[in-house]
């Protein structure tokens, strides 16, 4: 009995230091688990950002009606190239210069998207934009021979089908002042009944409420800012006159290819208004940007409307200047410098359809109409959406085009 009773009493000691080694062995073992996320944490900690709010960290910034405006003449002013953001409990770096980015997107092996692209499934299917790796490598390869030139000029027929739609529809609204955004949208839609491969039907999801919501955005964005620069209008004008003369027929693929001035006002609108405000990707490996190596598996993002926007890079950057995409500058330029159809093994797949589109009816547009300022509603305000979208809508007034009209 006495033994018994001895083992007795100290069994509560061997019990409480068994559990504190089980305890310490869980802590070591969870240590090594989250070894990463302790990297990444530490990392975050030792950079710049915006003041945040417990548990909520910057959140309060998606909420903020002058956010687009503050990310392309604020931001890079205060914090630099490369800072930290929180979103809840989630930390983020953000980093803005070109050769930046280029070491995050031009690396394949950063590939993965940040957890907030899978929000976007709901609205946008599981297509190339939002999909995991290893969905997006066999999915790019059954859409990448549907976006080859050859392939494309079959669609110039739709194209131009939508473009005369679009004109006709100008032309009933008289010359009253127009906000033109539904009537594009509804436009741009029309293009996309050529997909019909149940191969792709997550792309073509993706492909209509993205891509095309982002053409949509763009074609009205260019058309206004066409308005509102009568000299450019008048270069594009003439290109066109140049290239059709008094023929009225529709632009082929060669036509559309000509159209020099006309790709340069598309792209400079798309600098200074990308349709994405918004670039995401997870870390596959260390990368080193200047003094700091930020780790594997940390957030990275990207934001366009900022980069587009760097004096050093665009000479004043916030005036609307098409000679940015001359030949000359834009071969002078960082290719990481213009994020309008994203960069790297991820970049936008149709952006040469997005182009063509564009082209052919804006260059309809233009070959019967006279885009005109609406007095009062000279300036384009832009909002934080999944696509950027215009505060207030898109007001031009369009009249028809009697005879070529010169602006110096």
């Not at 909420?63 to 503050?70: E, G, H, I, S």
């Not at 916030?318 to 093994?345: I, M, T, V």
Request: glycine letters at 6%; charged letters at 20%; proline letters at 5%.
């Amino acid at each position: 009995m006495t033994v018994i009773k001895a083992v007795w009493d100290h069994a509560p000691v061997d019990v409480w230091i068994y559990f504190q080694c089980i305890l310490i062995i869980f802590i070591i073992y969870s240590l090594y688990l989250f070894k990463d996320n302790f990297k990444i944490l530490y990392f975050i900690l030792t950079l710049d950002g915006p003041s945040v709010i417990p548990f909520l960290g910057n959140i309060n910034y998606v909420f903020d009606k002058n956010l687009l405006f503050k990310m392309s003449h604020i931001i890079y002013q205060l914090y630099g190239p490369i800072f930290r953001i929180w979103l809840t409990v989630f930390p983020f770096v953000v980093v803005l210069e070109p050769e930046d980015i280029k070491k995050v997107l031009g690396n394949p092996r950063n590939s993965s998207k940040v957890f907030l692209y899978g929000f976007l499934q709901n609205f946008l299917g599981k297509g190339l934009l939002t999909s995991d790796v290893e969905t997006w490598k066999s999915h790019r390869k059954i859409m990448q021979p549907a976006f080859h030139l050859n392939v494309l000029d079959k669609f110039v027929g739709s194209f131009n089908h939508s473009a005369r739609k679009l004109v006709e529809s100008f032309s009933s609204a008289g010359e009253c002042p127009t906000d033109i955004t539904n009537v594009i949208n509804d436009c741009v839609y029309e293009v996309l009944n050529e997909f019909t491969e149940q191969d792709i039907v997550n792309e073509c999801c993706t492909f209509m409420l993205a891509g095309q919501d982002s053409v949509g955005s763009t074609l009205a964005m260019t058309l206004f800012m066409l308005a509102k620069h009568q000299k450019w209008q008048s270069k594009c004008v003439g290109e066109l006159d140049e290239i059709f003369g008094c023929d009225s027929r529709d632009p082929n693929l060669k036509d559309l290819k000509d159209m020099r001035y006309l790709e340069m006002v598309i792209k400079e609108t798309m600098r200074l208004y990308p349709s994405v405000p918004m670039l995401g990707r997870v870390l596959g490996e260390d990368v080193k940007i200047g003094k700091h190596v930020i780790p594997k598996g940390c957030s990275v993002l990207i934001f366009p409307q900022t980069t587009h926007r760097l004096s050093h890079h665009y000479p004043n950057p916030h005036e609307f200047n098409p000679e940015n995409f001359n030949s000359d500058n834009s071969a002078k330029r960082h290719p990481y410098a213009y994020l309008a159809f994203s960069a790297g093994s991820r970049n936008c797949i149709g952006y040469k359809f997005a182009l063509l589109e564009m082209k052919s009816i804006i260059s309809k547009v233009l070959r019967h109409c006279q885009l005109e300022p609406v007095p009062g509603k000279e300036e384009l305000v832009t909002k934080f959406r999944v696509t950027a979208r215009a505060k207030g809508g898109i007001w031009i007034k369009i009249k028809p085009r009697m005879s070529y009209q010169v602006y110096n």
